[in-house]
């Protein structure tokens, strides 16, 4: 019998009453796993008004106490953290390695945030005329909102919610509703770090709920990680509504090699960052870019081979698999249909994992890893975010050609140079315009105490995820002049204040 997951609000597990729920599937076995719960306005409401109430005891709560809730959050991580990543693997279809990978890069922002008490401290002048101080306060927003995607059901949560817990808000998190239990669960071990009932709420559901969410006036700001139309969507009305809103988007990574690269490191590299988690997170690189007919040739020659041994199977065949299978179903058509048009369009696909079958497995969602070769820009499989085990080469004639496709690309998350030479690294790195920058580095994934984030249609709004940036977006500056008796001056002044 499948399980009716819930809601969390105000510290309980509590039903789904819309009437409208949705399946979670296993991904490796096509089977339903359990029914999530879509929340419409009236239960989002009741998780805003439970937060709203909670916040301002939370807020008063001196912030080395609320960094210390963090610091037990990360040794009640570390404890389940075999119980998370089962449940994550479970429902997202991950290799086990890579689910504890997906929870620990949660686990460090958490521990990046129990330094919030540092990351607060506002600013002060003494002195800053006669008799008068200056100084600005970061204070909190209230209550904030989290919408996040599928593909990170624990990262990409703890980006948004420890950030904002730290600062003394509370928050709503509305996550996938393909795979909900894992962020159910760390709510449940937010409550027990010590975080009080109201301050962390979890409202499953879909569009009903975002919608709710961007409408409602008691939250105050809106965090979303998702595909770039929904990223837009969510933007535009949130922003309409007066709230403070980042939202981060889509992805089509680049990764140029140049002639004199370490063609074997470059080959790993790619088949990594390529194939690992199926091709869905917003960094894999999705598309190589040999400099040079014969670099192309060889980095072809070396990758195919490579991509057809790739082990694929199900999180429950061993550490030594490679990847698992697509999220859905209707992921695994779409990857196969665009794959299907590559070949229509004339791309060479020089390994083809479309019939990839496991015994025993039939119904799940696997699809072996593809190869493209000579793929071009107005192609398909070039301009969507395939998010898929689909790596494409395009081939490029100099670096400055190289440098243009991937500048030109509507996207810019990720990129990434493989070269020996300082010289050229130097000089991708500045002019490139992405976001999140590797040299020799293919997944240039920054750790928690820098921040994240996209440039182009990888992103709407201003300021990063985690690193310093989560503190400013989570708080807002309150700035204080203050003048004591000394210094006061008798009689009105009509024009305005200036140090001249
Ligand atoms: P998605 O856009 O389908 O869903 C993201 C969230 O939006 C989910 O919570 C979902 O319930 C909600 N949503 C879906 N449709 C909606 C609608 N019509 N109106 C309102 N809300 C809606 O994304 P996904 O498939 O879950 O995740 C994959 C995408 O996320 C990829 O495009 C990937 O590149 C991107 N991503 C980006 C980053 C980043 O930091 N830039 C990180 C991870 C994933």
């Not at 409550?191 to 961007?214: C, F, Q, R, S, Y």
């Amino acid at each position: 019998m499948t399980r009716d997951l819930t809601h969390f609000i105000g510290g309980e597990h509590v039903k789904g009453s819309s009437g409208r729920f949705s399946d979670v599937y296993n991904p490796a076995t096509g089977e339903v796993e359990a029914r999530c719960p879509l929340a419409g306005a009236e239960e989002v409401r009741a998780a805003v008004e439970n937060a709203r109430d909670a916040q301002p005891a939370w807020a008063a709560t001196n912030p080395q106490r609320r960094a210390r809730v963090l610091m037990k959050f990360v040794q009640l991580l570390q404890r389940d953290m075999d119980r998370l990543a089962e449940a994550l693997s479970r429902e997202h279809g991950k290799t086990l390695p890579d689910a504890r990978g997906d929870v620990q890069r949660g686990l460090e922002v958490a521990e990046f945030c129990i330094g919030a008490p540092h990351l607060l401290k506002g600013e002060y002048t003494d002195g800053a005329g006669p008799g008068i101080d200056l100084f600005s306060l970061r204070q909190p927003l209230g209550v904030a909102a989290g919408i996040t995607p599928f593909n990170f059901p624990a990262m990409i949560p703890m980006w948004k919610f420890c950030p904002a817990l730290a600062c003394g808000n509370a928050f709503i998190l509305k996550p996938s509703e393909r795979d909900p239990s894992v962020p159910l669960m760390l709510a449940e071990l937010m409550l027990e770090a010590g975080a009080p009932p109201g301050i962390l709420n979890v409202v499953n559901g879909d569009k009903a709920a975002v919608d709710a969410i961007l409408d409602d006036e008691d939250i105050a700001a809106v965090g979303f990680v998702g595909s770039t139309p929904i990223a837009h969507y969510v933007y535009s009305r949130g922003c309409a509504a007066g709230k403070r809103v980042q939202c981060f988007g889509g992805a089509k990574n680049h990764m140029i090699v140049m002639p004199d690269a370490d063609l074997d490191q470059a080959v790993d590299a790619l088949v990594g960052a390529g194939y690992g988690a199926a091709g869905e997170r917003c960094m894999a690189v999705s598309v190589a870019v040999p400099v040079g007919e014969e670099t192309a040739d060889r980095l072809v020659e070396k990758l195919a081979p490579r991509v057809e041994s790739l082990k694929i199977g199900p999180y429950t065949a061993g550490e030594d698999v490679d990847f698992g299978p697509l999220i859905t179903d209707a992921a695994y058509r779409r990857v196969r249909g665009l794959v299907d048009q590559g070949v229509s369009e004339g791309a060479e696909l020089v390994v083809d994992g479309r019939d990839f079958r496991l015994q025993g497995y039939e119904n799940g969602n696997f699809i072996g890893g593809c190869l493209f070769d000579r793929v071009r820009t107005d192609m398909e499989i070039y301009k969507e975010e395939i998010f898929g085990p689909v790596l494409s080469t395009m081939r490029a004639s100099s670096y400055e050609e190289a440098l243009k496709i991937t500048m030109d690309n509507e996207y810019g998350n990720g990129t990434a140079i493989f070269t020996r030479d300082g010289d050229t690294a130097r000089n991708f790195l500045n002019r490139v315009n992405v976001g999140m920058v590797g040299v020799n580095v293919p997944i240039p994934v920054p750790l928690a105490y820098h921040t994240f984030g996209g440039w182009k249609k990888s992103v709407f709004g201003d300021l990063n995820q985690h690193g310093p940036d989560a503190f400013r977006f989570y708080t807002r500056t309150k700035t204080v002049t203050a003048r004591w008796p000394s210094g006061v001056k008798e009689g009105a002044d009509f024009s305005i204040p200036t140090m001249e």
